[in-house]
T-cell receptor, first 114, second 116 residues
């Protein structure tokens, strides 16, 4: 089944404790992206990757890192989480970065930083 | 920069009622427009899309027409069902105006609840 998977689905952590949220897609997509969803704000892009080893900042990159060493994986790293990073996170992928492509979303990771 | 504005929610309807969720946008160039749906506890799924002016996207009884003159992409359905209860997001994607390639710019989302 074609899908985007994320782990973990739920995470409660404390301020300053490094964490990684994994994202993997099995559709051979070039483009991958991370969004965060906050009430009343919709989804905002954190980082994106055009292809392997090529990443760039989205609209809200502060406090986050990413890497794209393999085509299928695009982990999101929070080196020192803070309470304002409490949010619902989605990974997405699409065949290429073309504007008309559908993006496929993972099931989401709900993160709480205490 | 690009932006998307959706009608204020939440929206509560009875089954078989007519649905309209308004969406207007601001963008440089010629964006593609999308409606995504998020069912409880799930990720977003594409509902429909339109890639140029006057295109009509449709799926599962939902429709939306890309209106360049009014910069709108309103979502409509003639007869909603309880199973349509979800959050609906209008979004655009554009490669112009300095936005990142492939980025989706989302509206704030509209919660739809349909009662039997």
């Amino acid at each position: 089944e074609a899908q985007v998977t994320q782990n973990p689905r739920y995470l409660i952590t404390v301020t300053g404790k490094k964490l990684t949220v994994t994202c993997s897609q099995n559709m051979n997509h070039e483009y991958m992206s991370w969004y965060r969803q906050d009430p009343g704000l919709g989804l905002r892009q954190i980082y994106y990757s055009m292809n392997v080893e090529v990443t760039d900042k989205g609209d809200v990159p502060e406090g986050y890192k990413v890497s794209r060493k393999e085509k299928r994986n695009f982990p999101l790293i929070l080196e020192s989480p803070s309470p304002n990073q409490t949010s619902l996170y989605f990974c997405a992928s699409s065949p290429t970065a073309t504007s008309y492509n559908e993006q496929f979303f993972g099931p989401g990771t709900r993160l709480t930083v205490l | 920069g690009d932006s998307v504005t959706q009608m204020e929610g939440p929206v509560t309807l009875s089954e078989e009622a007519f649905l309209t969720i308004n969406c207007t946008y601001t963008a440089t160039g010629y964006p593609s427009l999308f409606w995504y749906v998020q069912y409880p506890g799930e990720g977003l799924q594409l509902l429909l899309k339109a890639t140029k002016a006057d295109d009509k996207g449709s799926n599962k009884g939902f429709e939306a027409t890309y209106r360049k003159e009014t910069t709108s992409f309103h979502l409509e359905k003639g007869s909603v069902q309880v199973s349509d209860s979800a959050v609906y997001f209008c979004a655009l994607s554009s490669i112009f105006g300095g936005t990142s390639y492939g980025k989706l710019t989302f509206g704030q989302g509209t919660i739809l609840t349909v009662h039997p």
